[in-house]
């Protein structure tokens, strides 16, 4: 019997870039339903790093500390260009998460899906997708003997997207030139060659007996382990991993001595690189991996996806709920296909730098490239790059902080001190009025706080509306600006605010 269900917005994926997506949308009290085909998560430490600016964006909601309690413990250490042995420095870009955090990508799942079930959302497992007719007014998907109604559809559901498919939307780029596999396993005996802590990415990764490797500890006797071989790169990636196969690239690179203890899961991956020309057809929107892929480098993948669903959630969410035009929506296209394209174009930069059997010319452009990363400037560079720090968007506006993220600085309200990340739990967008500039009697819309502080940091503006993703919709040096100037910008310009 078919099982009609209606929504405001249906999100096809349980991955980290839906069940964020379903985060930010339950949030603004958005009705959401999220189909999930698979019918249980698998628990792969897949996709494993948080990047400084995922971990400030989750700050804002909140969401950061219940992740932290299930990283893996580790020393911190900087993240990595290329895998090349420089680790990339942060604390220039003045943030409190200037290291990757590591945990387990299913452990992320988790997480986000308790926080989306608890704000009212609905994720229904062992849906999958088999059609999807789109009108002008909404979508109609069929999953099963289930079929939701929805205004949107978000389909979130990785590389190989049912839902791009069924629209028949091409995905230009490259195929992959290598395959590699990554597994979970368990080691019942070690050699000295495994690695005892999970150190800069250049420590782990090892080669021998035409192998490459790197191996993870994940504590105990838990480890990740990620190899390939040149000779191998066209095996189908549907092919299942055997443990022969695992064995034997263990006992190459890190000797006869390491046994395999068990297998918890494995998988096989490519480096394929491929972009959706637009991220936004019609009633439909793309997220995550369903609009872009990449080769695995930088630990890229998780994190680009996260900050597509918070730059979209509070845009779609303003949309349904009639408090912005629909073409706020086109801004979403505009804002972050740039930056899924500039992650194409560094990760295959890094593929070449990272190539396990550089010729004579790559392994002299390898040593160059080591020796700019040990200069201050052009480390900076590539930690903001790599952890996207550096992001700022092309947003109208005169002042030099429109378009860029908010350092997390200490603030002093009228009910006590607090942290600017406190201020947006609510996924509001937040007008921050640090010398009293902003008219007392100025009327805002719905969901923008106004908020009166002090800052012992100069953020460099007077006053700065906030969007609810962190980034500065408009901003003003002096009282005068904050006058026909920000009504101007809370009253004709949706990109400012929520």
């Avoid at 190989?160 to 091409?170: A, D, E, I």
């Avoid at 979970?184 to 090892?206: C, F, K, N, W, Y």
């Avoid at 008219?439 to 700065?464: N, S």
């Avoid at 910008?489 to 990109?495: I, K, S, T």
Wanted: glycine content about 10%.
């Amino acid at each position: 019997m078919l099982t009609e269900i209606e929504t405001e917005v249906v999100v096809v994926g349980a991955g980290p870039t839906g069940l964020m997506l379903a985060c930010e949308l339950t949030l603004a009290g958005v009705e959401t339903v999220v189909l999930e085909k698979l019918p249980e998560r698998i628990r792969q430490v897949k996709g494993g790093a948080i990047q400084p600016r995922t971990a400030e964006m989750l700050e804002l909601r909140g969401l950061l500390e219940p992740l932290r309690r299930r990283a893996v413990l580790r020393e911190p250490i900087g993240g990595h260009f290329a895998a090349l042995p420089v680790p990339l420095d942060c604390a220039p870009w003045r943030t409190r998460h200037p290291h990757p955090i590591a945990i387990p990508q299913w452990e992320i799942e988790e997480v986000l899906e308790e926080r989306a079930i608890g704000a009212g959302a609905r994720v229904l497992r062992g849906a999958a997708v088999s059609a999807v007719q789109a009108d002008d007014d909404g979508v109609v998907v069929t999953a099963g003997d289930l079929r939701v109604r929805a205004r949107y559809l978000a389909a979130c559901d990785g590389g190989h997207s049912t839902v791009r498919k069924l629209l028949g939307l091409p995905f230009p780029g490259r195929p992959g030139t290598h395959q590699a596999v990554l597994a979970d396993i368990r080691l019942s005996a070690v050699s000295p060659l495994v690695p005892q802590e999970m150190g800069h990415i250049s420590t782990l990764t090892r080669q021998g007996g035409g192998y490459w490797a790197m191996l993870t500890p994940l504590g105990g006797d838990r480890y990740r382990f990620t190899f390939g071989r040149a000779d191998r790169a066209d095996v189908d990636r549907d092919t299942p991993v055997t443990h022969e196969e695992i064995t034997a690239a263990l006992r190459a690179v890190y000797g006869q001595e390491t046994s395999l203890g068990g297998v918890d899961n494995s998988s096989r991956f490519g480096d394929a690189t491929r972009q959706l020309e637009d991220y936004h057809a019609g009633r439909v929107l793309f997220a995550g991996d369903a609009a872009h892929i990449h080769p695995p480098l930088g630990g890229q993948g998780l994190n680009l996806g996260i900050q597509d669903a918070f730059n979209l959630g509070w845009k779609l969410a303003s949309v349904v709920q009639g408090r912005a035009p629909s073409d706020l929506l086109d801004s979403y296209q505009a804002e972050r296909h740039p930056v899924g394209a500039q992650v194409l174009h560094h990760t295959s930069a890094q593929r070449v730098l990272a190539d396990p059997h550089p010729n004579e010319d790559v392994a002299a452009l390898r040593a160059i490239f080591i020796d700019l990363m040990r200069l201050p400037d052009a480390n900076r560079h590539l930690a903001g790059l790599m952890s996207g720090l550096s992001l700022r968007y092309e947003l109208p506006g005169k002042h030099p902080l429109t378009g860029r993220r908010v350092p997390d600085t200490d603030l002093v309200t009228t009910a006590g001190p607090t942290r600017l990340s406190a201020l947006f739990a609510s996924g509001h967008a937040v007008l921050l009025d640090l010398t009293g500039a902003v008219p007392a009697e100025l009327e805002l819309p719905p969901r923008v706080d106004l908020v009166r502080a002090t800052c012992v940091d100069d953020l460099g503006a007077a006053a700065l509306l906030i969007r609810p993703d962190g980034y500065v919709g408009w901003a003003a040096d002096t009282s005068a600006e904050c006058g026909d100037d920000l009504l101007a910008a809370l009253a004709g310009d949706p990109v400012a605010l929520s």
